[in-house]
């Protein structure tokens, strides 16, 4: 079946310009989470979703940082006014429910601000 | 603040022998930890979990070890193949972080043939 997708795969953008980053998660699943890897560190947690709704925002690194999610399914990652520190590979995971359910991982985005 | 910790960034092993990744936590409230491997140019992969209820948990090639005392787990893979070389990440969460997994910064295995 399908597994979790996002697009783009890559994204070259300059300073100071709006990206927008999309997940399609499996079908079914309610829980969806978005993590980043920068270069040399472990998967930094950003944000979860529970259906439509984000408990827990603790992990947006500023304000320019929002995500959000429409009928349970697609996310979307906005990065706004985007800075160098911002290059990393964004991943989205999904999972059955937000209890133990092992989660499934996209192949991750690759956004590269210049 | 880093509450999980690989503090190995690679590892080489040679085929059929043993590979063991370590990691360290710093929360004790966390009750669930997860390993997932991660190939170039892919998302993680789960690979094999473990309840802190238990000590040991086995699937096949693959045993993960929880020692709660020292607030550290480790991943046996037995024998080693060269199709497992890849970066292994281990994850914890627990009641208290909501549903937030914290993971390690990674371990890179080499399995030389």
């Known amino acids: 079946g399908a597994g979790v997708s996002q697009s783009p795969s890559n994204k070259v953008t300059e300073k100071g310009k709006d990206v927008e980053l999309r997940c399609d998660p499996i079908s079914g699943h309610t829980a969806l989470y978005w993590y980043r890897q920068s270069l040399g560190q472990g998967l930094e947690f950003l944000i979860y979703?529970?259906?439509?709704?984000?408990?827990?925002k603790s992990g947006l690194p500023s304000d320019r940082f929002s995500a959000e999610r429409t009928g349970g399914s697609v996310s979307t990652l906005t990065i706004q006014r985007t800075q160098q520190e911002d290059s990393a590979v964004y991943l989205c995971?999904?999972?059955?429910?937000?209890?133990?359910?092992?989660?499934?991982f996209g192949p991750g985005t690759r956004l590269t601000v210049t | 603040d880093q509450q999980v910790k690989q503090n190995s960034p690679s590892l080489s092993v040679q085929e059929g022998r043993i590979s063991i990744l370590n990691c360290d936590y710093t929360?004790?409230?966390?009750?669930?930890f997860l390993w997932y491997k991660k190939y170039p140019a892919e998302g993680p992969t789960f690979l094999i979990s473990i309840s802190s209820i238990k000590d040991k948990n086995e699937d096949g090639r693959f045993t993960v070890f929880l020692n709660k005392s020292a607030k550290h787990l480790s991943l046996h893979i037995v024998p080693s193949q060269p199709g497992d070389s890849a970066v292994y990440f281990c994850a914890a969460i627990s009641v208290n972080t909501g549903n937030q997994f914290y993971f390690g910064t990674g371990t890179s295995l080499t399995v030389i043939p």
């Open positions: 929360n004790s409230m966390f009750d669930y």
């Open positions: 995971a999904s999972s059955l429910s937000t209890d133990r359910s092992e989660q499934y």
């Open positions: 979703f529970q259906g439509n709704s984000a408990p827990d």
